[in-house]
T-cell receptor
Framework: GAGVSQSPRYKVAKRGQDVALRCDPI?????LFWYQQALGQGPEFLTY????????KSGLPSDRFFAERPEGSVSTLKIQRTQQEDSAVYLC????????????FGQGTRLTVV | EDQVTQSPEALRLQEGESSSLNCSYT??????LFWYRQDPGKGPEFLFT???AGEEKEKERLKATLTKKESFLHITAPKPEDSATYLC???????????FGKGTHLIIQP
């Protein structure tokens, strides 16, 4: 596709439910980032992949958060046993190289935990 | 710890009224200062990257400048379509992700 695609656009989960958020990066982009954006705040870094390797997961808030990119393309962010504080927009971005500065963001997935 | 503070939090201007948005930062070993535009319900859209004090970049009605402690995004003769939230972010040496500020919500009234 022409841009970064994320699905679903909206997800409502009951507290304690597991969720999986998908990111389809721009074809050929080796870098992939996940960010969390709370209402009225700037995005916060969660994790970074270079191809299939997860090189930085320092921003994942707890061990309930898990991300993977097994074939170096599509990535999935999984949140286990969701809690209300997990409610946020989850943004995915991709870029051409590790030090690439012009990362392209998707529209995000808005997760609401009730 | 890296810190990015943007001011003002919100700004309302008349069409054609020029102004500046401020981004103050504290980072160890700056490896880039970034400006993004974010429209409601959308992901951030890249505008500029600045690397060293004194650097300036322009795009249409926008001009970004950088000093050792802050960056400014100047908006000249803005139009209603410039209304958006403008985000500033920094990357420090050795880090992969960006540290973002909370953004400035800009409204341009016709």
């Amino acid at each position: 596709g022409a841009g970064v695609s994320q699905s679903p656009r909206y997800k409502v989960a009951k507290r304690g439910q597991d969720v999986a958020l998908r990111c389809d990066p721009i074809s050929g982009h080796v870098s992939l980032f996940w960010y969390q954006q709370a209402l009225g705040q700037g995005p916060e870094f969660l994790t970074y992949f270079q191809n299939e390797a997860q090189l930085d997961k320092s921003g994942l808030p707890s061990d309930r958060f898990f991300a993977e990119r097994p074939e170096g393309s599509v990535s999935t962010l999984k949140i286990q046993r969701t809690q209300q504080e997990d409610s946020a927009v989850y943004l995915c971005a991709s870029g051409m190289g590790r030090l690439n500065t012009e990362a392209f963001f998707g529209q995000g997935t808005r997760l609401t935990v009730v | 710890e890296d810190q990015v503070t943007q001011s003002p939090e919100a700004l309302r201007l008349q069409e054609g009224e020029s102004s500046s948005l401020n981004c103050s930062y504290t980072v160890s070993g700056l490896r880039g200062l970034f400006w993004y535009r974010q429209d409601p319900g959308k992901g951030p859209e890249f505008l500029f990257t600045l690397y060293s004090a004194g650097e300036e970049k322009e795009k249409e009605r926008l001009k970004a400048t950088l000093t050792k402690k802050e960056s400014f995004l100047h908006i000249t003769a803005p139009k209603p379509e410039d209304s958006a939230t403008y985000l500033c972010a920094v990357r420090r040496g050795g880090a992969d992700g960006l540290t973002f500020g909370k953004g400035t919500h800009l409204i341009i009234q016709p």
